[in-house]
């Protein structure tokens, strides 16, 4: 421990200097916990894709589970956090290809071997610049247990539950309508299809009675070329406009084809014509409507969204140019009624922006419905928590109507499905490399398994499943899953499913949910818009801290956050402010060291009972929202305590006693500073952990760094709600007298004279006098008799039943006084109507703390008693 703080805190320097100190030392391992059988709290990473550039998602992430590691280290528990990437199989795919055309070359001309050895080498290159990202950031992960989703361990637990799945008769291979991308011919999962508004066309056509063809039922649709895939058309069973031609036959245009006239209550009446065409090859409600009635599924597109044989004459046409031609062929055939703009949702790939096309497409299936059941009861039974409550409800439904889950994507990059083809048609699934040598021909399916199989593995093939490793027994189940609302679905719920089929355990007992950051407009961060706030330039502004405060106390569970530049720039300042108050208090010490709690004498001032009071206040307050998952709660209180309370005031007061004060009086006061500073630093760097390690580095301390240091806990001796509650009626006299001061624009340095009827504080009021001299400049006190009338031409202060007069002479405006008044009287009269609503609700007064309730009636009387002084000192002002 030194004295010689610097000026400032170098966080450009200092963080990469720090956490390269804390990695080193192990303290980012669960074996550095101070007891060897410590009870385990786990996280694994939501692991960011490989190709991933850091973004405020990342950040948020990572924040807020670096967080919850920390704590949980301090308070001694082996604190592991997993990281790792995932292989991204579409993303990295795309990556290389583009990489190829790039050299004039493509991956079906080098071949599936070649790829594959060109992308594991791009990987290699580039894909550990998100993991140095995610280090910038101060993630505390213990990096020697770093998993990468295709690592030969992963990729055998990937094969293990594959194999699993296929022998307890879940998995099948069939033809289902998928999300199909033309671009990159491969099926999708509905995470990587977004929905976007858009004006379009709706197509008004004439669907032609078969036994009279002169009749006929008006048809729209926005998609005209999958006409030539239409297998019905529906209407309403009470629809009198076409009831009766239920049963009959219409003929497809220009193919001139046979289809049926069903009834169905899926149409709805008021929408287009009230007629429906039904393509059960090309769109999901009407693949469900095809099962219903058992219609042919007739595919129109090849893989690369050219129209195939089934489109008759505009086989070989792109779709785009198909829908032209075919448009024109049904005006020329006098078949086209109208067109009319419209705007609508239409379902675009993530990751190229083009069009996706439903499409019937031979696939590998899981059976998912007996996995959801488990899932389902996990959550309902409470083994399973979700934080915020309200998304149980979202999971319960999705999980409900949960459909076959499809797994197969037509990708070289990925996990390859371990299922081999013999010539007569049998399918051999395996945990080896290679199928049976019986003289049949065997061929590996080419496809690979959609990412989020591997990523659903994740919190038990990362810690050495399907093998018995001490590390699995030793750290599974995890304990918290934190991660994004939006994949609630898509990654949660197939962790939950995969981890209780496969391990007969809960993956985690906790599901924290984080919202989305977005613009300080709240609008969703885009590079279009021009409104991304890069991470790691607000790192390299700002500092790490400033960045993981702002997310941190600026979110709550479940809830978007807006993040605004102006908001990290204030949180640098704040951590400048940490840095300057620990500078103040080393530069006090005069050599002296002292630790742990000072003693409890009776020499402590009412200011010192005050300060450590409020302190364990604070512990108790945080470790209860910490308990909560109120995490920016949390934060934000600690920061008010820091600033509105020990620098703003306590360290205000001490200077008295640091500069003129006896030694004892001065050690007392140094013991205290150091305490309470050195408390706030421990609760603090969950959320800033590298300006307090700096700073805390500079006071007296036991131990060697705060990273694993032990967490605070409430010392009831130093309890003292008296002190509080008088302390606070001395902090709200003299801020309003500073107030006055202000408002009347009194000459910072001029001493004024002040009458006072203080009530039952009279007595508080002289024996702390020397506090309003030093804080609010007021030399002298008068105090009036309840009987003697208030002086004129005096504003006044009002706390409870304490009302202190300022001889402002003729600085006062009387009318200005009463609006003023009368302002403060409005503003308490709100209060005092919501403190009692509170207590007139008999759920509160029933259900809730007695203590918070007994506050509650405390307040309420306060609330009163200055709302009765207010209306006196108003009734003498006339």
């Not at 709240?522 to 790490?544: A, C, F, H, R, W």
């Not at 409430?714 to 003299?734: D, G, R, S, W």
């Amino acid at each position: 421990m030194t004295n010689e703080m610097p000026r400032i805190f170098d966080f450009q320097n200092e963080e990469p200097r720090l956490y390269q100190w804390w990695e080193q030392n192990g303290w980012f391992k669960p074996e550095a916990a101070r007891n060897p059988d410590a009870e385990p709290f786990v996280i694994s990473i939501p692991p960011p894709n490989v190709t991933g550039e850091l973004h405020q998602g990342h950040a948020m992430f990572v924040s807020l589970e670096d967080m919850m590691i920390r704590y949980e280290r301090m308070r001694g528990k082996a604190a592991l956090w997993v990281p790792g990437t995932d292989h991204a199989g579409i993303a990295t795919q795309l990556m290389v290809e583009r990489m190829l055309a790039e050299e004039g070359t493509s991956r079906q001309a080098i071949g599936r071997e070649e790829f594959l050895r060109r992308t594991w080498e791009w990987k290699a290159k580039y894909g550990g610049r998100i993991v140095q990202q995610l280090r910038r950031l101060g993630a505390s992960c213990d990096w020697d247990r770093e998993r990468f989703t295709m690592d030969d361990q992963l990729s055998k637990a990937v094969r293990e539950a594959f194999v699993r799945l296929w022998e307890d008769g879940l998995l099948y291979r069939g033809t289902r309508l998928v999300n199909w991308s033309p671009n990159l011919q491969t099926a999708v999962s509905d995470l990587e299809v977004e929905y976007e508004e858009r004006d379009g066309t709706l197509y008004y056509f004439r669907y032609r009675l078969k036994a009279d063809p002169a009749h006929y039922i008006p048809v729209a649709t926005t998609r005209p070329e999958t006409i030539l895939g239409d297998t019905a058309v529906a209407v309403h069973p009470e629809d009198e406009r076409y009831r009766h031609l239920i049963g009959q036959e219409v003929l497809v245009p220009i193919l001139d084809r046979a289809i049926p006239v069903i009834g169905d209550e899926y149409v709805d009446r008021a929408f287009g014509t009230g007629a429906l065409k039904i393509t059960p090859g090309h769109d999901p409600n009407d693949y469900e409507i095809g099962l219903r009635f058992n219609l042919p599924m007739i595919n129109i597109l090849n893989k690369d969204g050219t129209l195939n044989e089934n489109a008759g004459p505009y086989a070989g046409l792109d779709r785009f140019a198909a829908r032209e031609r075919l448009w024109a062929d049904m005006r020329a055939a006098g078949l086209v009624i109208k067109e009319e703009p419209y705007r609508h949702s239409v379902p675009i790939s993530q990751r190229g922006g083009e069009l996706i096309e439903p499409l019937l497409s031979e696939q590998w299936f899981v059976r998912i419905k007996p996995m959801a059941e488990k899932a389902i009861v996990a959550v309902r039974s409470g083994q399973i928590r979700i934080v915020p409550e309200r998304f149980e409800k979202i999971y319960f439904h999705w999980m409900e109507n949960i459909r076959d889950w499809c797994i197969s994507r037509q990708l070289w990059w990925g996990h390859r499905i371990p299922a081999w083809y013999a010539d007569d048609g049998e399918i051999w699934v395996g945990r080896e490399d290679t199928p049976p040598q019986d003289g049949r021909h065997w061929t590996q399916d080419p496809d690979v398994l959609d990412t989020w199989f591997s990523s659903g593995l994740w919190p038990f093939s990362t810690l050495g499943w399907p093998e018995d490793t001490s590390d699995y027994r030793r750290f599974y189940p995890t304990s918290v899953m934190e991660t994004g609302y939006d994949i609630l679905f898509f990654w949660v719920a197939r962790m939950i499913m995969m981890g209780l089929w496969f391990t007969g355990k809960a993956p985690f007992h906790t599901v924290y949910l984080h919202g989305l950051v977005r613009d300080e407009n709240g609008q969703k961060m885009s590079k279009t818009k021009g409104n991304v706030i890069d991470p790691l330039q607000n790192i390299e502004e700002y500092g790490t801290d400033a960045l993981r405060f702002t997310l941190l106390t600026g979110s709550t569970p479940g809830q978007d956050m807006n993040l605004s530049e102006d908001r990290i720039r204030g949180n640098r300042n704040f951590a400048n402010k940490l840095w300057q108050m620990t500078r103040f208090v080393t530069s006090n010490l005069d050599g002296e060291e002292p630790l742990g709690p000072p003693p409890l004498s009776a020499d402590l001032t009412l200011p010192d009972r005050w300060i450590l009071s409020r302190l364990q206040t604070l512990v108790g307050n945080v470790q209860r929202l910490f308990d909560t998952y109120q995490y920016g709660e949390a934060g934000r209180q600690i920061y008010e305590f820091i600033w509105g309370e020990y620098a703003d005031w306590y360290i205000e007061i001490s200077k008295e006693t640091l500069y003129g004060g006896e030694a004892a009086a001065k050690s007392r006061v140094r013991h205290i500073l150091v305490y309470v500073l050195e408390t706030c630093l421990r609760l603090l760097h969950p959320f800033m952990p590298f300006v307090t390690e700096a700073a805390w580095q500079y006071l007296p301390h036991e131990g060697q760094a705060l990273i694993v240091a032990e967490w605070p806990t409430v010392q009831q001796a130093y309890q003292n709600p008296k002190a509080e509650e008088e302390m606070q009626v001395l902090l709200e006299l003299i801020r309003g007298l500073r107030n006055l001061r202000a408002e009347y624009n009194v000459d910072p340095g001029r001493r004024l004279q002040a009458m006072a009827h203080a009530g039952s504080r009279q007595q508080l009021l002289a024996d702390y006098a020397d506090l309003f001299d030093r804080l609010a400049r007021i030399e002298a006190i008068t105090f009036l008799d309840q009987n003697q009338p208030a002086p004129d031409k005096a504003a006044s202060v009002v706390v409870g039943d304490a009302t202190i007069y300022l001889h402002l002479a003729d600085m006062i405006d009387l009318s200005a006084e009463r609006a003023r008044l009368a302002q403060e009287l409005e503003a308490i009269s709100q209060q005092l109507e919501r403190a009692s609503r509170l207590l007139s609700n008999v759920d509160f007064v029933s259900k809730a703390n007695p203590a918070v309730v007994e506050r509650e009636r405390a307040k309420v009387a306060d609330l009163q008693t200055r709302k009765d002084a207010i209306l006196k000192r108003l009734e003498t002002l006339g």
